[in-house]
């Protein structure tokens, strides 16, 4: 029931249905119940069509929490607002330039109807005519995507002005022009206007493995090579190799782990949408940007499940790899928990541009063969010296490659059917004669190529005019100080000293002050003990030389009173003997 305000300020669906509905007299009443069902069904089905996008769209734009937090876990706490800032200005950048240019060159003109085939979009620039801005939001949020993925790549080292300058041409014309080669219906490589160009097959991009991930994974690889290794990374101070790379460790493995979840989250909706324009929702099968369409609720269901299988089975063998290869390294294998986030993150990758078109057992060989990628490309990066701060190379641009070759060789008749409507041909192991898969090869060698040759001379040019890496200074004090004047966090040997000082922790000084105590009282009480040993040395020796001295003087007493004693007898014998004798003369 309809209130009397609602009534006043627009017309329901009944009412606009009824005012729509043919007056004359020669149609039936069946006819007219059937008129207004279907008006009444198609009304609806454009208002869940367009909730279901916009609901898409919220958790593709979501996956930029999810890249900023990954990014902000990998990088050194010294550049954690510079690499957050960088995450921002993608967003900004791509909206303003997929508003200004980049829409108009990826979808400009796109009709089904249209055989013509065009290199780029050449109308609705600034959405000028433009009436669907529902499917223009949600394919903002895949350009912004598709940048972003160069952030962390870039990260500890970039200049600002570089980063602005790469956010505003990649998201205005680089992926524009990959996104109407694969997905507009005057492309190329489109598979599924009125006359492929390509053997009458084209190239299958469900949701983006190529257009997407390998854009933006390619960008990475040559922006990482023209930007060189983070100081220390692979060269001492003076230029000379370093034996073994030094690892620079994320400060929050934390941050790393949110930033996985929310991608993988974020992921249900990079994938329940394919990025074909919707024309004709309702008799056009081949649109998957419809929730009301025959078969699409199978359709959805699929491609989340094979999301989910892909990443699952990536994760565990890429954390098996790794455990595998520690061990026969070091005898002794080890859990990477880095691996394992990586890992499943290649699986989302390699599983987006098939997951509506093959089946489940599929999407887990997919998932595996993708988490070996990931560990043996991330292993030639550093053996080839180029320094990828979050492994974005390995995880987007290896894994685009191999999510695009995954749909010529896994896609079957019927899945094909159910999301397009129509089946040129099918994977090779699913009973197709090999031509999806040559192109498949092609749709890689043609995004190669153009990122190749628009973007090596495009950061060359940064680095010759100095805008692209950041003085070593700057490098080692942190972009967050030379940027954005954060303080600089203080070091563990300043931190020890400020708490010495009473700068920091209190109870870590009280301690190192009642050890200092103890110490002073310890070395008073040696002093005490030795002057008390000094001074009864000094005291016993005094009292033995007095002692000898007493002695001695003792003796000598003796010594002269035995002479006195004997010469006074002597003189007494000598005065008897005298006179004795004068007695005995006499008496004689």
């Not at 950061?459 to 004090?477: H, I, K, P």
């Amino acid at each position: 029931m309809v209130s009397s305000r609602s009534q006043n300020s627009y017309m329901s669906v009944y009412d606009v249905c009824k005012s729509l509905q043919p007056t004359d007299e020669s149609t039936s009443q069946s006819d007219q119940i059937d008129f207004m069902l279907q008006c009444v069904g198609e009304s609806n089905g454009q208002s869940l069509d367009t909730f279901f996008l916009l609901w898409a769209s919220c958790l593709v734009f979501f996956m930029q929490a999810g890249f900023a937090m990954l990014c902000a876990g990998c990088v050194q706490y010294k550049n954690v607002q510079n690499s957050m800032l960088k995450n921002l200005l993608d967003a900004c950048g791509a909206a303003l330039g997929f508003y200004s240019f980049g829409y108009a060159f990826a979808y400009g003109g796109s009709d089904y109807e249209n055989p013509n085939k065009t290199f780029i979009g050449s109308s609705n620039f600034f959405l000028v005519d433009v009436e669907d801005l529902t499917f223009w939001l949600f394919q903002f949020a895949f350009a912004a995507t598709s940048a972003t993925i160069v952030a962390g790549t870039l990260a500890e080292r970039c200049q600002m002005a570089a980063y602005l300058c790469y956010s505003v041409v990649v998201t205005g014309f680089i992926y524009p022009v990959v996104c109407h080669a694969v997905w507009s219906p005057q492309g190329f490589l489109n598979a599924h206007n009125q006359q492929p160009t390509l053997w009458g097959v084209g190239v299958i991009d469900f949701a983006g493995s190529s257009v997407v991930h390998l854009t933006g994974g390619s960008i990475a690889l040559v922006a990482t090579y023209a930007l060189g290794p983070r100081r220390g990374r692979f060269y001492d101070n003076r230029g000379r190799p370093l034996e073994n790379p030094v690892v620079f460790p994320g400060h929050s493995a934390a941050l790393q782990m949110l930033g996985a979840f929310i991608l993988w989250f974020g992921w249900y909706g990079f994938v329940s949408s394919s990025d074909e324009p919707r024309h004709n929702i309702y008799h056009n099968i081949g649109s998957a940007l419809s929730i009301t369409g025959p078969n699409r609720h199978t359709l959805i269901s699929l491609v989340s499940v094979n999301t989910t299988l892909s990443a699952a089975s990536a994760c565990v063998s890429a954390l098996v790899a790794q455990y595998y290869l520690d061990e026969k390294k070091t005898g002794e294998g080890s859990f990477s928990l880095s691996s394992a986030m990586n890992g499943c993150l290649g699986g989302l990758v390699s599983i987006t541009g098939s997951c509506g078109v093959v089946d489940p057992w599929c999407a887990v060989i997919t998932g595996f063969v993708a988490g070996l990628l990931y560990i043996s490309t991330s292993k030639l990066l550093i053996r080839l010296r180029i320094d990828d701060a979050v492994d974005a190379i390995p995880v987007h641009m290896t894994n685009g490659i191999w999510g695009t070759l995954s749909v010529g060789l896994f896609a079957s008749t019927k899945r094909l059917e159910m999301a397009y409507g129509e089946v040129s041909d099918a994977g090779i192991f699913m009973g197709g004669n090999g031509t999806l898969l040559a192109c498949q090869v092609l749709g890689i060698l043609f995004i190669l190529g153009w990122v190749a040759a628009l973007m090596i001379p495009f950061f060359y040019v940064l680095n010759y005019l100095g805008w692209l890496r950041a003085t070593s200074a700057d490098e080692v004090e942190g972009l967050d100080f030379r940027y954005h004047k954060k303080q600089r966090r203080p070091s563990a040997d300043l931190v020890r000293a400020m708490n010495v000082y009473g700068q920091g922790n209190q109870r870590l000084r009280q301690n190192i002050d009642s050890y200092n105590e103890d110490q002073t009282q310890v070395q008073n009480s040696s002093n005490q003990e030795s002057d008390d040993y000094r001074g009864g040395a000094v005291a016993n020796i005094d009292s033995f030389e007095e002692q000898q001295r007493r002695s001695t003087s003792g003796e000598t007493q003796r010594t002269n009173s035995f002479e006195h004693n004997s010469y006074a007898r002597r003189q007494e014998y000598e005065q008897r003997f005298t006179a004795d004798a004068g007695g005995g003369s006499q008496n004689y």
